[in-house]
């Protein structure tokens, strides 16, 4: 069965600063990743997707992630944080057959400092 | 454009009433999923659809049903409902075919069982 750990439940950053979120996944096969962000008392908006090819991928709000099958992980990262990236992050991993729903972490939550 | 539309977006229920979820998706997908997200835990699965006329049971499918009656419309009932089932509720749709489609989701429906 595919799960994802996202070991940070909560991050604090410095506006200016530099983010990381980290994402391991367990999966049978070649994965497909996603991070998603969610504000508060929104729905889930796709950043960045990755299924093959260059395993660093570009995403909007200038967040990137890259892919590393030897660590299974899928980390997000953004080089400036701004103020409006306080939110909480998801990442999942999903399949392109059968029922293809996505298997979500418990996210990580981050707050942003002035 | 609409993209995925929940109803209603909140709901205070008492123990043992019942009630339905519309989700609706002007996207023409296929697939349609319906998610609860509750602290700590991510989203999880509660039920799929694959095509109108089709459900199937994702990971925490009991004391819920579904309909998909019209391809553009998904939805989840609560027979009875249950203080455990006091959650948000979120619905997302995507396509059947192509590589790495990611899911839609709407905006949410935040539901409280007293």
């Known amino acids: 069965a595919q799960s994802v750990t996202q070991p940070d439940i909560h991050i604090t950053v410095s506006e200016g600063a530099s983010l990381e979120l980290r994402c391991n996944y367990s999966y049978g096969a070649t994965p497909y990743l996603f991070w998603y962000v969610q504000s508060p008392g929104q729905g889930l908006q796709l950043l960045l997707k990755y299924f093959s090819g260059d395993t660093l991928v570009q995403g909007i709000k200038g967040f990137e992630a890259e892919f590393k099958r030897s660590q299974s992980s899928f980390n997000l990262r953004k080089p400036s944080v701004h103020w409006s990236d306080a939110a909480e992050y998801f990442c999942a991993v999903g399949r392109d057959t059968g029922r293809r729903a996505l298997t979500f972490g418990s996210g990580t939550r981050l707050q942003v400092q002035p | 454009n609409a993209g995925v539309t929940q109803t209603p977006k909140f709901r205070v229920l008492k123990t043992g009433q019942s009630m339905t979820l519309l989700c609706a998706q002007d996207m023409n997908h296929e697939y349609m999923y319906w998610y609860r997200q509750d602290p700590g835990m991510g989203l999880r699965l509660i039920h799929y659809s694959v095509g109108e006329g089709t459900t199937a049971k994702g990971e925490v499918p009991d004391g819920y049903n579904v309909s998909r009656l019209k391809k553009q419309n998904f939805l989840l009932g609560l027979e009875s409902a249950a203080p455990s089932q006091t959650s948000v509720y979120f619905c997302?749709?995507?396509?059947?075919?192509?590589?790495?489609?990611?899911?839609?989701f709407g905006d949410g429906t935040r539901l409280s069982i007293l």
């Open positions: 997302a749709s995507s396509y059947s075919t192509g590589v790495g489609q990611p899911q839609h």
